[in-house]
């Protein structure tokens, strides 16, 4: 792993013992009231409702930082059943209800591969 990283094992081993940085410390506070706002939906919520708690509760934080701190903690919202479809998954061609017959019967079909 040390090599992929172009890393020293010494440097690696160092920054496993390493404490958390600052800014994993600031985010532990508003995890914290992010993990409970979800869980106070139901798990319902997602990143803009759970920042609009936030700031209705008085808490400084941007939207941005919400989201990755939920993004983070793995916690997502709900989407309605409509807007669901497995990731990469292509959008179904519409179906055409009046569509022209092939009056010139093209045939596009190939015998075989290409031979230059």
Same mark, same amino acid.
């Given at each position: 792993?040390?090599?992929?990283?172009?890393?020293?094992?010494?440097?690696?081993?160092?920054?496993?013992?390493?404490?958390?940085?600052?800014?994993?410390?600031?985010?532990?506070?508003?995890?914290?009231?992010?993990?409970?706002?979800? *869980?106070?939906? /139901?798990?319902?919520? %997602? @990143?803009? #409702?759970?920042? +609009?708690?936030?700031?209705? =509760?008085?808490?400084?934080?941007?939207?941005?930082?919400?989201?990755?701190?939920?993004?983070?903690?793995?916690?997502?919202?709900?989407?309605? *059943?409509?807007? /669901?479809?497995?990731? %990469? @998954?292509? #959008?179904?061609? +519409?179906?055409?209800?009046? =569509?022209?017959?092939?009056?010139?019967?093209?045939?596009?079909?190939?015998?075989?591969?290409?031979?230059?």
């Amino acid at each position: 792993m040390c090599a992929a990283l172009h890393a020293t094992r010494r440097g690696c081993h160092a920054w496993r013992k390493r404490p958390p940085g600052a800014h994993d410390l600031r985010d532990a506070e508003p995890a914290a009231k992010i993990s409970e706002i979800y *869980g106070a939906s /139901r798990g319902n919520h %997602g @990143a803009p #409702k759970v920042f +609009a708690e936030l700031k209705r =509760a008085g808490e400084r934080t941007s939207r941005k930082r919400a989201a990755r701190i939920m993004r983070e903690e793995g916690l997502s919202g709900i989407t309605c *059943g409509c807007a /669901r479809r497995p990731k %990469g @998954a292509a #959008k179904p061609a +519409a179906p055409q209800a009046n =569509a022209a017959p092939d009056l010139v019967k093209r045939d596009f079909s190939a015998d075989g591969p290409n031979r230059a």
